[in-house]
Nanobody, 116 residues
Framework: QVQVVESGGGLVQPGGSLRLSCTVS????????MGWYRQGPGPRRDLVAA???????DYAGSVKGRSIISRDNDKNTMFLQINNLEPEDTGVYLC??????????WGQGTQVTVSS
């Protein structure tokens, strides 16, 4: 059984930082492209950052330059560091694992609220 568990969210003041973690069990983690998505009040999920099996990364324009995505394949864990947080970063951050061959798994998400 595959489990995807996010952690590290919370209430942060504008300008602050957060480090999100996503741990996955039940898959060969190193075979999966990992991504962080943000969901606002509606159902749409927007890609925030992704890291593929080679360690190549991709960032949404809104976070580029102030965030770093990384992975530790030995610990089956992915991280997202976001600095200089803005109110627009508020949302539920969901972790996705995708092997690009049809296997696609999501976590329940961790809430990030940026507010003074």
């Amino acid at each position: 059984q595959v489990q995807v568990v996010e952690s590290g969210g919370g209430l942060v003041q504008p300008g602050g930082s957060l480090r999100l973690s996503c741990t996955v069990s039940g898959i060969t983690f190193s075979f999966y492209t990992m991504g962080w998505y943000r969901q606002g009040p509606g159902p749409r999920r927007d890609l925030v950052a992704a890291i593929d099996t080679d360690g190549d990364t991709d960032y949404a324009g809104s976070v580029k330059g102030r965030s770093i995505i990384s992975r530790d394949n030995d610990k089956n864990t992915m991280f997202l560091q976001i600095n200089n947080l803005e109110p627009e970063d508020t949302g539920v951050y969901l972790c996705n694992a995708d092997d690009r061959r049809g296997a696609d798994f999501w976590g329940q998400g961790t809430q990030v609220t940026v507010s003074s």
